[in-house]
């Protein structure tokens, strides 16, 4: 199984972002998929969660601003990130809880992808 993670960049405060996660390989299902984030200097922490089901919880410093959704047929997750604050600066990285076809599930994590917010 990989988890393949794109859309990070620079952008201005204020501004928007989507970022993109697919998972691919030995694929029964996936339960659940999210985004972390760590800014330098601190511990990875949860951005935003999402079950195969659409039920979404949020870190309370992004609420209001970041929506979380994912596209089952697809195996993809996404994080549409507005109102950008350089709070917001670090590498995200997407995780997914997967089960494979023999049953075992288990959690993988993609690559990172780094969200710059500066002017």
């Known amino acids: 199984v990989q988890l393949q993670a794109s859309g990070g960049g620079l952008v201005q405060p204020g501004g928007s972002l989507r970022l993109s996660c697919a998972a691919s390989?030995?694929?029964?299902?996936?339960?659940?998929m999210g985004w972390y984030r760590q800014a330098p200097g601190k511990q990875r922490e949860l951005v935003a969660h999402i079950t195969s089901g659409g039920s979404a919880n949020y870190a309370d410093s992004v609420k209001g601003r970041f929506t979380i959704s994912l596209d089952n047929a697809k195996n993809t997750v996404y994080l549409q990130m507005r109102s950008l604050k350089p709070e917001d600066t670090a590498v995200y990285y997407c995780s997914a809880e997967i089960t494979e076809p023999n049953w075992n599930t288990d959690v993988y994590w993609g690559q990172g992808t780094l969200v710059t917010v500066s002017s």
């Open positions: 390989g030995n694929i029964f299902g996936i339960n659940a």
